[in-house]
């Protein structure tokens, strides 16, 4: 869920608008990366016992280290995985968020090192106060860093009208595609009424389009595919 | 201007640029500069098409893929890109003494309030030894009373290993709170500096007064020195990072924010590794009774010396003093 967008203006001042991830998206994968780091620190205690066993070290020595992996493990997670994975962790990538500069370009290490060991006490109280009220949901660490976290858009193709009536505008393209992309997934009663709706429309204001096209026994949403020559894009 | 038309027309360089970076995230953002430059101008030419996508056709499928084009191709050609690759040789050699000797008088205001809180707090417990109860407890406070020291039991309680691993992950989160506490507009590491020296002078005094002023400095001196220094430098980068928080200044706040964090971060960073070493030296040196102090005084001041030889190595004069 996309919960906001920020406008961010890029090369020769064209806007485009990021979609920020919100307290509710970073939350969830801030819980996937935490179990995953309790079960690796877990891991990582069995594995020095067994290892510290066989290689016959005391239990002072297994313990030590077993201690000192897991606070590395705790500190080392988020910044090993952000500058691995360029700006995500396990848990981020679930839920397709990756951390940008407040320009939208890539992080350097050093900011992906400053917004994580700032998660001990701006996290803990203030930190999800600050992000909840903060118009682009950023906690101490990212306005610290400058960095964003944001909604990766997904990489599917759209359907895009390959030919219009003339004097259409954005609006009405966006509705036809918008329609034209859910008319599978809609309610089948829906979906028959609204694409009647938009044939009726172009009967009436554009009657030339439907020149020619066989609307007989076909779903509407097939019909209109026909009338605008869609084209996945 | 014929929507379907201009899709048909811009699409085989939008097709183009998606392709050049896909292959470029694949890459990891590296690239010839023949590539860069190519994506680079293609890049423009998408975000031209971007920005009148949006003004004509808001909403529509084209103006959605170049938004997404548009902010993929950002991540790829933006960012704070250092060209120098990391290594730890560079970053001890240059990087760290040059932000260590640019939070010099962050430091120095750290450790004058160090030292003014020790020495009241000292002062304070030879006036009135009863305070070591509160700062000890009533088992450690009898244990002293009897001529015996709490350190002694660093050694039987826990095996050294243990020790050194749970001194040194301690002390690391200690330096991590009074440098992350900077973002409380400088109280914490003004409360770390204040109550670690009101400890040290604390403890000091309530020995003292039951001699055993000696024993406590024998335990403190191969370790002490640098572990107080060190948590004097994370306060100190707390505070610089609060000065990028708190300072009036003509700078922009987001820019001055991000340099104070950055070096304060460095400092921060580089002084943790020197954290193992001294949990080694507290779990496995200092609770020796047989070592001699002498030796044990040398060792502090060795490392202490090490470490101050790596973090100014380019002199005392300030962060652009070469």
């Known amino acids: 869920m996309i919960e906001s967008a920020e406008t961010i203006r890029t090369l020769d001042n064209v806007p485009l608008e990021f979609p920020l991830a919100g307290v509710a998206s970073r939350g969830l994968a801030f819980a996937i990366d935490t179990l995953i780091v309790s079960f690796a620190s877990v891991f990582w205690f069995i594995a020095v016992m067994g290892a510290g066993s066989g290689a016959g070290l005391g239990l002072g020595w297994i313990w030590g280290l077993g201690l000192l992996g897991a606070f590395l493990i705790q500190w080392g997670y988020f910044v090993f995985f952000e500058i691995r994975m360029r700006g995500s962790t396990p848990g981020k990538n679930v839920l397709k968020l990756r951390v940008i500069t407040s320009e939208g370009g890539t992080p350097s290490p050093g900011a992906l090192v400053i917004r994580n060991l700032l998660r001990l006490i701006p996290d803990t109280f203030v930190g999800v106060i600050l992000m909840a009220i903060d118009p682009m949901a950023r906690r101490a660490g990212d306005r610290l860093a400058g960095t964003l976290v944001i909604h990766e858009a997904p990489d599917r193709p759209s359907l895009a009208l390959g030919t219009i009536p003339h004097g259409w505008g954005g609006d009405q393209v966006a509705t036809v595609e918008a329609y034209l992309e859910r008319a599978a997934v809609l309610q089948p009663a829906i979906s028959v009424e609204i694409g009647e709706r938009i044939l009726r429309w172009l009967m009436r204001d554009h009657p030339e389009m439907l020149d020619g096209i066989d609307r007989e026994g076909k779903h509407p949403a097939t019909v209109l595919h026909e009338v605008f020559r869609v084209e996945r894009l | ?322």
């Open chain 2, 1 to 322: 201007m014929e929507y379907g038309r201009w899709v048909e027309a811009r699409r085989p360089l939008w097709d183009e640029v998606e392709a050049r970076i896909g292959a470029a995230l694949k890459r990891g953002n590296r690239m010839s500069f023949d590539d860069l430059e190519e994506l680079a101008l293609a890049y423009r030419r998408v975000l031209h098409d971007a920005a009148v996508a949006r003004a004509r056709f808001p909403g529509s499928a084209a103006a959605r893929r170049l938004e997404r084009l548009g902010i993929r191709g950002a991540y790829v050609l933006q960012g704070d890109l250092n060209p120098e690759r990391f290594t730890f040789r560079r970053f001890y050699a240059r990087t760290f003494p040059r932000a260590c000797r640019s939070m010099l008088p962050h430091l120095r205001l750290v450790t004058a309030l160090f030292l003014v809180a020790a020495l009241f707090a000292a002062l304070a417990a030879l006036g009135s030894p009863a305070l070591g109860l509160r700062l000890l407890g009533p088992a450690r406070f009898e244990a002293l009373r009897e001529g015996k020291l709490w350190t002694e039991s660093l050694v039987t309680a826990a095996p050294p290993g243990a020790a050194a691993s749970g001194i040194a992950t301690n002390n690391m989160s200690v330096a991590l709170v009074a440098w992350a506490g900077g973002t409380l507009a400088g109280l914490g590491p003004i409360y770390v500096a204040v109550v670690n020296g009101a400890l040290l002078g604390g403890l000091l005094g309530v020995t003292y007064h039951f001699g055993m002023a000696g024993a406590l400095l024998g335990f403190v001196l191969s370790h002490g020195p640098l572990e107080i220094f060190l948590v004097l430098m994370s306060s100190g980068a707390g505070l610089y990072l609060a000065q990028g928080i708190v300072a009036a200044t003509d700078r922009p706040r987001a820019r001055l924010l991000r340099e104070h964090a950055a070096i304060s971060t460095v400092v921060v960073v580089g002084s943790l590794p020197w954290f193992l070493l001294l949990g080694l030296v507290e779990a496995f040196v200092s609770p020796q009774p047989a070592l001699p102090p002498a030796f044990k005084a040398a060792l502090g001041l060795v490392l202490l010396a090490t470490y101050l030889a790596v973090a100014f190595n380019g002199g005392w004069g300030g962060a652009d003093a070469r």
